[in-house]
């Protein structure tokens, strides 16, 4: 068979029963197709000492499909990554929900070859870029592919911040936080806010607050080139911080500005022929069916 693809890269949750067993199937039908398969480092002890083990950096150097088994948590931590590549990535779903793995954890190699084939369908989906400044000076910054949200650091309470956008000033907030999500993020922790889902097609981003101490408080949609920024109240008492897709953690301290945009990398999801997304969201979010 001619391949679209010829360096293979897996990606799996380490020290998890279900993914081991598909990853060893995955290099073992990959290999019979005479394709090169490169394993990340964290998951290559557990298929065996024959599989060329790498970190996740080289994965997006050196592959021209990545494929991650897991759930949609591990999908996030591996696009942080490799959506600084020119590499195709998709997912086989060993999670719970499964919004960003299409492949079913069995009999995925009938599907699987036809994306080799070059059947399938490619989505760029942005990440958002988050930086902490502090007194002016640049702290932090990390990427998110679903989420930044603002929050307390450990305790649920009340802060108060100040929201811009592109410099003009929207609104204060009293709030327990804030999230600003991705129309990929626009079905997670933005939904459980109360957020819309957003369509990935969309160039836009959602700003939802998390239990806001007013009933005219509500999500508000802005073009994806929007530059938000959050000025936290310097009255705030407690520290607080930044989760980027609840992996990466960035300290916030009172007076910190946050500004959070659109990042030049973007994640080549890929998917099978004929996928669709609402029916994906039908199937994830027990949505009724046709009725006639």
Not at 105 to 110: Q, R, V
Not at 136 to 158: D, F, Q, R, W, Y
Not at 181 to 199: D, E, Q, V
Request: charged share 20%; glycine share 8%.
């Amino acid at each position: 068979m001619t391949s679209k693809f010829k360096t293979i890269g897996l990606i799996g949750k380490p020290n998890h029963h279900g993914t081991h067993l598909t990853l060893k199937r995955l290099v073992q039908w990959f290999c019979t197709q005479g394709l090169t398969v490169l394993v990340e480092d964290r998951v290559a002890d557990e298929i065996g000492p024959d599989v060329k083990a790498v970190d996740l950096l080289e994965i997006g150097q050196q592959c021209d499909l990545a494929i991650v088994v897991g759930g949609d948590g591990n999908m996030l931590g591996a696009a942080r990554v490799l959506a600084r590549f020119d590499v195709c990535v998709i997912g086989v779903n060993r999670g719970n929900l499964g919004f960003l793995t299409d492949l079913p954890p069995e009999g995925f190699e009938s599907i699987l070859e036809n994306v080799l084939k070059g059947e399938f369908e490619t989505e760029h989906r942005f990440l958002l870029e988050t930086e902490v400044h502090r007194h002016g000076e640049l702290k932090s910054c990390n990427t998110a592919v679903n989420e930044a949200a603002l929050h307390p650091g450990k305790i649920a309470h009340m802060i108060e911040f100040e929201v811009y956008i592109d410099d003009q000033f929207m609104y204060s907030q009293r709030a327990d936080g804030m999230i600003i999500a991705t129309p990929t993020g626009s079905t997670a922790y933005s939904l459980s806010a109360g957020g819309a889902i957003l369509t990935p097609n969309l160039e836009a981003m959602i700003l939802v607050p998390m239990f806001p101490h007013t009933l005219s408080s509500r999500p508000i949609v802005v073009d994806a080139s929007s530059i938000i920024t959050v000025v936290v109240s310097p009255h705030n008492s407690d520290n607080l911080e930044v989760s980027c897709d609840g992996h990466v953690h960035l300290a916030v301290l009172p007076g910190d500005k946050i500004i959070i945009k659109r990042s030049q990398d973007t994640l080549k999801l890929i998917h099978p022929k004929g996928h669709n997304y609402f029916h994906v969201l039908r199937t994830k979010l027990g949505w009724g069916s046709k009725l006639f």
